[in-house]
């Protein structure tokens, strides 16, 4: 009776094996697609998104004049593009994850020190260094994630790490009013407070690092030089044309341009960062059940609708 149980037991077993991986599977899934988020949150939606609602306040409290606050918003967009074309060759040199793991501590340390107005040469630089952060988690995150996601769920977590932009738009639009009452050095206190926090949950959650990542595959160096992803790099690029003028200077043109105040235009703002949060959650969803190139011509033509409104009206 004992061998027979044991038997039955040793045959049961298998059985619920399968179920129990792809439970364990999903959640692991799951938890990789948090430190993503956590990761963008903090390198993108607070390093670089959070300065867009601090503009009106820099001005006024003569840190720097209008112009000033303009080159250093265009600081932060060289230090993105210098990420994004270093983030390979950084992952191939200390590995992907710690390379993630330096960035978002590097970010965490740019609001404190952005915290005083030194000189204009300093703020320049540490803007830059919160730009290069951006542009390294935005290559390597999703990079380092989803191939260990399975292809039928690659869309909504890709969704989901990216959603952690449009978090961080209305994370800051929320709470930098809030902060801006307590004075503007306090602001720049409490956003590196809010990085720490989330660096450090991220910190373990990350896949375990392989010898491959980082290093660009033959495959994928075969495929730079197609057409269609020449005709990606160009959209993107149009894209952001389009897009980086509205997402750098929404709060200050409600704020100043039309008159309304910083509350007014942080509203806006949050607006725009739910915004940032439905959209890579829909069009991942999409992208998994329709394509993914459906999924991103919807998204360019409701973006470019968007980008007329402020033509037609204010």
């Known amino acids: 009776m004992t061998e027979l149980n044991a038997n039955t037991e040793h045959h049961a077993r ?39 609602p601090l503009i009106p306040a820099l001005i006024a409290a003569k840190w720097f004049s209008a112009s000033d606050v303009v080159y250093l918003g265009a600081a932060n967009l060289a230090g993105y593009l210098a990420g994004a074309l270093a983030a390979r060759a950084l992952a191939t040199r200390i590995g992907a994850v710690r390379a993630l793991r330096a960035m978002m501590l590097l970010a965490t340390l740019s609001f404190f020190a952005s915290s005083t107005p030194v000189s204009f040469a300093w703020f320049f630089a540490w803007r830059f260094l919160s730009g290069l952060t951006g ?12 191939p260990h996601v399975s292809a039928a769920r690659r869309g909504i977590v890709g969704g ?53 990542d980082g290093a660009p595959s033959h495959r994928a160096k075969s495929h730079q030089a197609s057409p269609a992803v020449r005709a990606l790099l160009v959209q ?8 980086v003028p509205h997402m750098v200077f929404i709060v200050d043109f409600v704020a100043r341009g039309l008159g309304q105040g910083i509350a007014a235009g942080s509203r806006y703002w949050v607006l725009y960062g739910l915004g940032a949060i439905v959209g890579p959650l829909v069009t991942g969803h999409l992208g998994d059940r329709s394509g993914f190139g459906p999924a991103l011509r919807a998204a360019f033509l409701i973006e470019a609708a968007a980008v007329l409104l402020p033509t037609v009206s204010t």
């Open 14 to 52: 298998p059985h619920q094996r399968p179920g129990s991986e792809l439970q364990s599977t999903s959640r692991q899934a799951w938890r990789y697609a948090v430190a993503g988020l956590s990761a963008s949150l903090v390198g993108l939606g607070l390093a670089r998104f959070s300065y867009t």
């Open 160 to 212: 989901v790490i990216f959603a952690g932009v449009g978090l961080g738009v209305a994370a800051s639009g929320t709470l930098v009013p809030l902060l801006l009452q307590q004075g503007l050095q306090q602001s720049w206190y409490g956003l590196g407070m809010l990085s720490a926090v989330l660096t450090l949950a991220s910190w373990w959650n990350w896949p375990a690092e392989a010898k491959s």
């Open 236 to 243: 993107y690029g149009l894209n952001a044309v389009a897009l």
């Open 135 to 146: 542009g390294i988690i935005m290559v390597l995150a999703a990079s380092v994630i989803l």
